[in-house]
């Protein structure tokens, strides 16, 4: 069955701008998470989304935000964009809140901020 | 939440078989161990994860100490597709998600 889906896979924006990036779970899988990845913070939770509401967020500005939606698909959304939001945007679903957590990750979208 | 220690980087020679160490000594008893890894250019991979039991499966096996403070990830013939980071998670933070650490740069030597 296909796999977790982002797009963009690339994106460049401006200082000040917004962006959305969307995400497609596996068919199945009612639960979306949004990670950031940098090269020095490594990877760190945005949010987790599960049947449309958001269950879970992490320690970020409320510049970033999300949805999902009654199919599951995710987005989310960055405004006022800034250089240090310069990153990898991972999206992971799994089907469910779980006792283990294993979870499938999309490739990702490289957002660059000039 | 738990912490991790790995080393940064190991390095191994194609065909031969890799232990990935991790230490996770402030891990609860019911936190479950879970392995993932990022190949390069690509999203984080589920390779494998156990509670207390050494588990297998068609990627690799995972050894949990009895103790449960450490775990090692065995790739039993590594091949070059090998090459990538290794996380090694112990368990969930207050908002049940996993608590990633900086992995291990595996090398693959031909």
């Known amino acids: 069955k296909a796999g977790v889906t982002q797009t963009p896979r690339y994106l460049i924006k401006t200082r000040g701008q917004q962006v959305t990036l969307s995400c497609s779970p596996i068919s199945g899988h009612r639960s979306v998470s949004w990670y950031q990845q940098t090269p020095g913070q490594g990877l760190q939770f945005l949010f987790e989304y599960f049947s449309e509401t958001q269950r879970n967020k992490g320690n970020f500005p409320g510049r970033f935000s999300g949805r999902q939606f009654s199919n599951s698909r995710s987005e989310m959304n960055v405004s006022t964009l800034e250089l240090g939001d310069s990153a990898l945007y991972l999206c992971?679903?799994?089907?469910?809140?779980?006792?283990?957590?294993?979870?499938?990750f999309g490739p990702g979208t490289r957002l660059t901020v000039t | 939440d738990a912490k991790t220690t790995q080393p940064n980087s190991m390095e191994s020679n194609e065909e031969e078989p890799v232990h990935l160490p991790c230490n996770h000594s402030t891990i609860s008893g019911t936190d479950y161990i879970h392995w993932y890894r990022q190949l390069p250019s690509q999203g984080p991979e589920y390779v494998i994860h156990g509670l207390t039991s050494n588990v297998n499966n068609r990627m690799a096996s995972l050894a949990i100490a009895e103790d449960r403070k450490s775990s090692t990830l065995i790739l039993h013939r590594a091949t070059l597709r090998d090459a990538a980071v290794y996380y090694c998670?112990?368990?969930?933070?207050?908002?049940?998600?996993?608590?990633w650490g900086a992995g291990t740069k595996l090398i693959i030597k031909p």
């Open positions: 992971a679903s799994r089907r469910g809140l779980p006792s283990s957590y294993e979870q499938y």
């Open positions: 998670i112990p368990g969930v933070d207050s908002n049940y998600q996993l608590i």
